[in-house]
């Protein structure tokens, strides 16, 4: 599962804020969030880049990511001739809050990610009930979940022994 620019405008939907995207931008995956400084010049098309409105000095263009936070009036000068994909939020944000967010939110898809591989790799290896049930234990720590769906559909299926 990729982290997209939807995703990470949802992980920020806790206040105003407005996009603007080129084109299918939404559904650009993004892999990494940094601060923008002056003096990065080689950016990643596949990065986004936190700053507050007010530190821009130059056009920022070249279909890159930003989420700028709007501390004071952002002028469409800033965004070049090629237009970037920007998240534009409100002045109450704090650039180390929105790193904090957008990391967290990179910090889960790598552990359901993991967490599917460690699940498709023991069923491929064989793994007994009792071994899926203590691999649920150890990655959700309540086997109870992976047993719940099973039980709750033998009822529903007319099925009364276990």
Known sequence: MAVTLKKIRSVLNGRPHKMV??????????????????QLTDLSPDYAYVIKSSD???PLGNKNCFIIIEDEPFSEVH???????????DKDWDPETVIKRVRQLFEEQY????????????????YTIQQLLDLGYQLLSNPL????????????SGGNKY
Do not use: P, W
């Not at 995207?21 to 002056?38: A, L, M, P, S, W």
């Not at 965004?79 to 939020?89: D, F, P, R, W």
């Open 56 to 58: 821009i000095q130059r």
């Open 79 to 89: 965004m070049g001739e090629n237009s970037a994909n920007t998240i534009m939020l």
């Open 145 to 156: 979940l992976l047993v719940d769906v099973s039980l709750c559909f033998i009822a529903h």
């Open 21 to 38: 995207i080129d084109g299918n931008g939404e559904n650009i995956e993004i892999k990494g969030v940094e601060y923008f400084t002056e």
């Open 111 to 126: 552990r359901i990610g993991d967490s599917s591989i460690k699940i498709l790799e023991s069923c491929q290896k064989g």
